[in-house]
Structure formats: structure tokens, C-alpha cells
């Protein structure tokens, strides 16, 4: 059973316009939350996190919301830069008793001219 | 730079062969992980370190073994290699404690004919 789920596999956005990377958990005990871009050929890197305390976090053109009651975050891209075109993956951590992460199946972000 | 390295970059083997992949990392990270990735699935845990001698069982664990002798290594062996072994392989270190960023490798592609 898919604990985090990214239901959208791909995303085309034109480039300068906002790109929404979405992700839903099914687990309230999460609480923390990271954002992984991983281009091809190449390993996942890190990008944004956020805290089950804080309902947003931003970091230059990366914002992350978070609304707990729905169990569901987005990734904000603005402006979008072909530059973003990767795979973005969401992921959580269950609890403050692992260091573990549960991974979404990701989605595949297009930025065109 | 401190880095994470993974080696064979690509390797073809044989059903029922044993094959063992490396992950190197001089980060002095505690923790290291290994995940699978696959088309639909996403990055699944195979298994993971929190330390020396320590190990645990990911969520597709089967078919997989680890051994953790020092900080910088978690080499990954397929005891009999399966078709269904056949995927992209990431290895990945973090600091010990919840919310801090993993750090990947490159990434092995493992075909298993």
C-alpha cells in the first residue's frame, strides 16, 4: 500500500508560467517532509523540506505547502525555468524514532520554451 | 568535497549469479541506505545502516543482504540475482537524526538477464 502517493506521473508547464508539483500521505503521524529532484543518469538531490509544524516553507523559487488535515503537500515552482525539467519525488518521515524516508513514485516535470 | 560513490556504474549479469554493489561515502554519515528504483514505484528501501554492525530490512528486502564493517561503506549482494532484480540501484547517507537531508549516489543500473 502506497503510503505517499504522487497521482500526476507527468507535468508540462511553459516556461515563466508556475509549475504545481502535487503529493498525498495517508499516514497523520508524519511529520517531516522533503522534496528530491533527480535528473536522468543521475542521482536524487535534495531540494525543500518542511516540518509538520509549518504550513510553508520557501526557498528562492521552491515553495512547499503543507495542509495536514487533507494529508496532502505541493511543490510550487515560479517562474518555471526548463532548468526544472527533472523528476521531482515528495517523501516523509514516519516518525521521530527512524531516520528512515517513504519515497512518492514521483512526477516528471517538462519546462518549455 | 565529501561525496558519495557507487560502483559498478552499470553491470549485466546472470540469473542465479551473486553480485555485490558498492557504496562509498566520506561524509562520515551514521546512517546509509539502499533503495531500488523502478517505473511505477518510485525509491523503495532495501535496507539501511544507523552504524557500525548495525543493519535493518527495508520494505523489499527479499533476495538482498548488507554489512556495514565501517562508516564509509554498505555494500549491497544479491545472493542468487533474479530478472525481477533488474533495475536502478541508489545508495544514500544522511546524519544521524530525524529531518536531515539524505544524500545520494549516482546510481547503479543493474540488468539481470
Known amino acids: 500500500d502506497q503510503q505517499v502517493k504522487q497521482n500526476s506521473p507527468s507535468l508540462s508547464v511553459q516556461e515563466g508560467r508556475i509549475s504545481i508539483l502535487n503529493c498525498d500521505y495517508t499516514?497523520?503521524?508524519?511529520?517531516?517532509f522533503l522534496w528530491y529532484k533527480k535528473y536522468p543518469a543521475e542521482g536524487p538531490t535534495f531540494l525543500i523540506s518542511?516540518?509538520?509544524?509549518?504550513d510553508k516553507n520557501e526557498d528562492g523559487r521552491f515553495t512547499v505547502f503543507l495542509n495536514k488535515s487533507a494529508k496532502h503537500l505541493s511543490l510550487h515552482i515560479v517562474p518555471s525555468q526548463p532548468g526544472d525539467s527533472a523528476v521531482y519525488f515528495c517523501?516523509?518521515?514516519?516518525?521521530?524514532?527512524?531516520?528512515?524516508?517513504?519515497f512518492g513514485t514521483g512526477t516528471r516535470l517538462q519546462v518549455f520554451p | 568535497d565529501a561525496e558519495i560513490t557507487q560502483s559498478p556504474r552499470h553491470k549485466i549479469t546472470e540469473t542465479g549469479r551473486q553480485v555485490t554493489l558498492a557504496c562509498h561515502q566520506t561524509?562520515?554519515?551514521?546512517?546509509m541506505f539502499w533503495y531500488r528504483q523502478d517505473l511505477g514505484h518510485g525509491l523503495r528501501l532495501i535496507h539501511y545502516?544507523?552504524?557500525?554492525?548495525?543493519?535493518n530490512k527495508g520494505e523489499v528486502s527479499d533476495g538482498y543482504s548488507v554489512s556495514r564493517s565501517n562508516t564509509e561503506d554498505l555494500p549491497l549482494t544479491l545472493e542468487s540475482a533474479a530478472s525481477s532484480q533488474t533495475s536502478v540501484y541508489f545508495c544514500?547517507?544522511?546524519?544521524?537524526?530525524?529531518?536531515?537531508?539524505?544524500?545520494f549516489g549516482p546510481g547503479t543500473r543493474l540488468t539481470v538477464l
Open positions: 517523501a516523509a518521515s514516519p516518525n521521530l524514532n527512524t531516520d528512515k524516508l517513504i
Open positions: 499516514n497523520s503521524m508524519f511529520d517531516y
Open positions: 518542511i516540518s509538520s509544524i509549518k
Open positions: 545502516s544507523y552504524g557500525v554492525q548495525d543493519t
Open positions: 561524509w562520515n554519515h551514521n546512517n
Open positions: 544514500a547517507s544522511s546524519e544521524y537524526g530525524q529531518g536531515y537531508e539524505q544524500f
